[in-house]
């Protein structure tokens, strides 16, 4: 539901239109009133769109990352924004960055909501940004804290692998030399991992998705049943990424894909992006497609936004954000965040997993975004998501 809010209230202001370099009233925040702050403050980007962290309604939050889905209809947002916070009549500029899926769609905006945010309360940016009518595309810029690499594990000359490297995580997925396809499910043989601090959390991924359109809907595909036309990386100060694309897949129907996968210099988790083309299509709200990690390591508790507390038990909840699965005697886990309510089920089959029944609530948009932290104290993973569930408004 948050995801399909985001995108539904963008309000966008131009330095240029009218004459002025005010943003007159497209600047009104969420009761219709104009914030004290018109002025323009980055010369060169004509366009900015105000981001309101919402409240928490129980407790004070320190240090909140900030992911504001931005779009511009016709028009591809440029990834050089920037980032000022609104309090009173002042603008101070705050880090920000931005990425996109490979094909240059499904912009958002990243930033860290510094310091202290009491309880109830809201805090105001203004993203500005510029456009273009071709995508940027993905490229890599060292900066010496992550790393992208295609794989050749046998010495043969045939890329076996990805890897993708920063924010304390290395993620790796196998590539089969057969077919080249990228392998899902569990892969108990080290070539695919997601691994922190020294250890190997999980040995495998499946990417499973339902398309519809207002009058069909399509059976269930898995991405990684076709081979991408291509693994292309994108890194920066901010975030690195690793995505592979597909144009014009045939099953069950004609249509474009992009999966992505980016850590953060700043944030201790990585984001998992799924997303469809042409928006002729949306993916279906049917309830049985998602997407699975398959866990290294036992587990016997899991932890939610909305369940708290209890043994495993892969429980069909529809109106869970968050769910971490934690071995009790370590306190280590696993968690998995989403940006809309939805179902995530832990639970055991050969194996422990984690995935998002996400179809359950997914109607009507073409991207699914996801966030996996690990970390040795569950208490650390469910604090931050706790943090970010009320999200933002755009």
């Known amino acids: 539901m948050l995801e399909r809010l985001v995108l539904a209230v963008v309000i966008v202001a131009c330095a240029s239109c009218g004459g002025k370099k005010s943003s007159g009233d497209a600047d009104t925040d969420g009761d219709g009133t104009l914030p004290e702050v018109l002025q323009w403050d980055e010369e060169l980007l004509p366009y900015r769109v105000m981001v309101t962290l919402n409240p928490h309604p129980d407790r004070d939050r320190t240090d909140v990352p900030v992911l504001a889905p931005l779009e511009h209809p016709g028009a591809f947002i440029r990834r050089n924004v920037r980032v000022h916070e609104i309090v009173g009549a002042d603008a101070t500029p ?51 804290w992550a790393g992208f690499e295609m794989l050749d594990r046998d010495g043969n000359a045939t890329d076996d692998g990805f890897r993708l ?40 991924f499946s990417t499973q998705y339902q398309l519809e359109t207002h009058t069909e809907t399509y059976g269930t595909a898995r991405a990684e049943d076709e081979p991408p036309d291509g693994i292309v990386s994108h890194g920066d100060g901010a975030s690195a990424a690793a995505g592979a694309s597909w144009s014009a897949r045939t099953v069950p129907v004609e249509h474009d894909l992009q999966l992505s996968y980016r850590v953060f210099e700043a944030w201790p988790f990585v984001q998992v992006v799924l997303s469809a083309g042409p928006d002729t299509f949306s993916f279906s709200s049917e309830a049985w497609n998602g997407r699975t990690i398959y866990l290294t390591d036992a587990y016997d508790r899991m932890h939610s936004d909305n369940r708290g507390d209890e043994p495993i038990d892969p429980t069909w909840d529809t109106e869970m954000r968050w769910h971490v699965l934690y071995d009790q005697a370590s306190d280590r886990g696993l968690g998995w965040f989403v940006n809309h309510e939805g179902v995530i089920r832990g639970g055991e089959d050969g194996g422990f997993y984690i995935h998002d029944s ?37």
Request: charged share 25%.
């Open 165 to 204: 490297s920063g924010g304390g995580y290395d993620l790796e997925r196998e590539i089969s030399e057969s077919d080249g396809t990228i392998r899902a499910g569990r892969r108990a043989g080290g070539d695919t991992s997601l691994e922190r601090g020294g250890r190997s959390w999980a040995e495998g």
């Open 94 to 144: 705050v880090d920000g960055a931005a990425w996109s899926q490979p094909d240059g769609t499904y912009l958002e905006a990243g930033f860290t909501a510094a310091g202290n945010t009491p309880a109830e309360a809201i805090r105001t940016f203004f993203v500005y940004y510029d456009v273009s009518d071709a995508p940027e595309p993905w490229s890599w810029s060292d900066e010496g």
């Open 358 to 394: 996400y179809g359950n609530s997914a109607g009507g948009g073409t991207v699914f975004r996801n966030l996996i932290m690990v970390s040795d104290s569950k208490d650390e993973i469910a604090d931050l998501f706790d943090a970010m569930k009320p999200g933002v408004t755009v």
